[in-house]
Structures are given as C-alpha cells and as structure tokens.
C-alpha cells in the first residue's frame, strides 16, 4: 500500500495531467472552432458572392426586359401612326375627284352670285378647310422652279423671257399629305 505522501504525489499527477489534458483538449477545442469558424465564414462569403452575381444578372436582365418593352411600345406606336397617316392619304386621295369637280363647277362663267354657286363654293370651302385640317397641303406650281419631287411635267414650251425649268402653267393640282406628294401636279414647263 501506498503512503500517504505517495498517495499525495500521485495524485497531484494525476490532477496535473488532466489540467494539460483538459488544457490540449481546450486547445484542440478552440483550434476545431477556429477552424470550423473560418470555414463556414468562407462558405458564407461563397454563397454571399454566389448570390450578389445571381441579383446583378436579375438586374442586367430587368433592364434588358425594360429597354425591350420601350423599344416595342415606340415602334408598335410609330406603326399606328404610320397606318393611320396611309388610310388618310388614301381616303384624301380618294377625294381630289371630287375637289377637282368642284373646282370645275364654280369656274364656270357666268353663274357666279347665283344661289347654286354659292352653294357649291360653300360646300367646296368646308370641304377644304377639313381636309386642311387633317394635312391636306395644295403644291405652289405657278411660276416656281420645276421639281420633279413635286410636279408632272406634260409639256415644254419656249419662252425666252422667263428662265429654264420654271412652271409657266398648272394644268390640274397636286396635293400632298402630312409631307407626302399624293398626287402631283400637272405643269406646262419653260425649256429654252
């Protein structure tokens, strides 16, 4: 058996090795969270870097989507309005029979200040002003320079006092529509 004293010491050994065990196991402890620390902070900044690239392609792609949708609503509105400018040069177009009857009935000599020409000058002026109102423009031909854009040229006549190209006579009107020739006029042109 052993002393008391030998009890003692062995016994403070013991305490002493596990103080240095519960020391390294502290340590190992310490170190493994550490460790374990630095990799969910890693794996947390993956999955943050993972996530801010998945939100800037959404934002890339919301802005694509954006810019699409402005691109359509701009050409689908520039179509109507390239449509509906068509339909109304055609039905105007339709018209300039009609606006050249009238023109014809109130040239006639003779019957101006009788109830019916005035009628018609009536009817022929409310015509044209809504029709100007929607873009009808008549071309100045008379005494303007020929402009094949503009004008039909039917005929050539010399005229030494006037200078080349230039219209000396309308024949019939020409119109156009919001800027665009519907029908040109028929001119009589100077070529010397």
């Not at 310490?30 to 392609?57: R, S, Y």
């Not at 509906?84 to 101006?112: H, M």
């Not at 039917?154 to 529509?177: A, C, H, L, N, S």
Request: hydrophobic fraction near 35%; charged fraction near 35%.
């Amino acid at each position: 058996m052993a002393t008391p004293e030998e009890t003692k010491e062995t016994m403070q050994t013991e305490t002493t090795s596990d103080n240095e065990v519960k020391e390294t196991v502290e340590e190992t402890t310490n170190e493994t969270a550490v460790e374990n620390d630095e990799a969910t902070f890693d794996t947390i900044k993956k999955e943050l870097e993972a996530q801010k690239e998945l939100l800037q392609q959404s934002e890339d792609h919301y802005k694509r989507l954006q810019a699409d949708f402005a691109n359509f609503r701009r050409r689908n509105e520039k179509e109507r309005e390239e449509l509906s400018s068509v339909v109304l040069q055609g039905l105007i177009k339709d018209l300039l029979p009609i606006i050249d009857n009238f023109e014809r009935a109130l040239a006639v000599e003779g019957a101006a200040g009788t109830p019916l020409h005035d009628g018609i000058s009536m009817v022929y002026n409310q015509l044209m002003e809504s029709l100007k109102k929607n873009g009808l423009e008549v071309i100045k031909a008379a005494g303007e320079k020929f402009d094949p854009n503009f004008h039909q040229a039917v005929m050539r006549v010399q005229d030494p006092e006037k200078e080349d190209d230039t219209i000396e006579e309308e024949f019939q009107k020409g119109y156009m529509v919001q800027g665009r020739v519907i029908r040109p006029s028929m001119v009589k042109v100077v070529a010397n």
